[in-house]
């Protein structure tokens, strides 16, 4: 059974579209995470959700909006796509507290054409 | 910003030899993590060493942590194929809430 899971897998579309993407963890943990991920393998926090209350918030365009509808869902939402906004998006998720490692999803691999 | 870098960025190494990475960072931590990454695929977790250990041991891998020098490393003993990956260290600082800013990466091939 896959603990982080996204979907989908690949995201190839336009400039200007409006895309989402879901996030479940089946861990039972309280905080979720996204992080961008660009071409050259740098990984940056984008938010983090804490039992669905928005914990971390870091320097992203408003385009991008998080949704939690429950502990075990974060989701990410992203308006009038720009092409710097290529890159593989991470999911993850742990329990909640310091010291705890994160599981991470297999990504979503997001193309702008 | 950046907070972790890794050193090197690259390293190709026979099956059967070790194989150490380091990260330096910038500011205080909590504790430091280290994650693999194969190529396609989500991150790994796999050591976690809080500020007040120096060293840390989990099978074939053995990771330092220097507080003063503000630098950690990872070695990998005995190194075999299945090794290769992608090799990230993420620090976590303190009351940071598991707030993780990752290092640069280490490309880390095994040849056999």
């Known amino acids: 059974d896959t603990a982080v899971s996204q979907t989908p897998k690949y995201l190839v579309t336009q400039m200007g579209n409006d895309k989402s993407i879901k996030c479940e963890q089946n861990?039972?943990?309280?905080?979720m995470y996204w992080y961008k991920q660009d071409s050259k393998k740098f990984l940056k926090i984008m938010f983090s959700?804490?039992?669905?209350?928005?914990?971390i918030n870091e320097t992203v365009p408003n385009r991008f909006s998080p949704k939690s509808p429950d502990k075990a869902h974060l989701n990410l939402h992203i308006n009038s796509l720009e092409l710097g906004d290529s890159a593989v998006y991470f999911c993850?998720?742990?329990?909640?507290?310091?010291?705890?490692?994160?599981?991470f999803g297999d990504g979503t691999r997001l193309s702008i054409l | 910003s950046q907070q972790g870098e890794e050193d090197p960025q690259a390293l190709s190494i026979q099956e059967g030899e070790n194989a150490t990475m380091n990260c330096s960072y910038k500011?205080?931590?909590?504790?430091l993590q280290w994650y693999r990454q194969n190529s396609g695929r989500g991150l790994v977790h796999l050591i976690l060493?809080?500020?007040?250990?120096r060293e840390k041991h989990s099978g074939r891998l053995r990771v330092t942590l220097d507080t003063s020098k503000k630098s950690s490393s990872l070695l990998i003993t005995a190194s075999r194929a299945a090794d290769t990956a992608s090799y990230f260290c993420?620090?976590?600082?303190?009351?940071?809430?598991?707030?993780?800013?990752f290092g640069t990466g280490t490309q880390l091939k095994v040849e056999l």
């Open positions: 993850a998720s742990s329990r909640a507290g310091g010291d705890q490692p994160q599981h």
């Open positions: 060493i809080r500020s007040n250990e």
């Open positions: 959700y804490n039992n669905k209350e928005l914990i």
């Open positions: 861990l039972g943990h309280d905080t």
């Open positions: 993420a620090t976590d600082p303190p009351g940071g809430g598991n707030k993780l800013t």
């Open positions: 500011t205080s931590i909590n504790n």
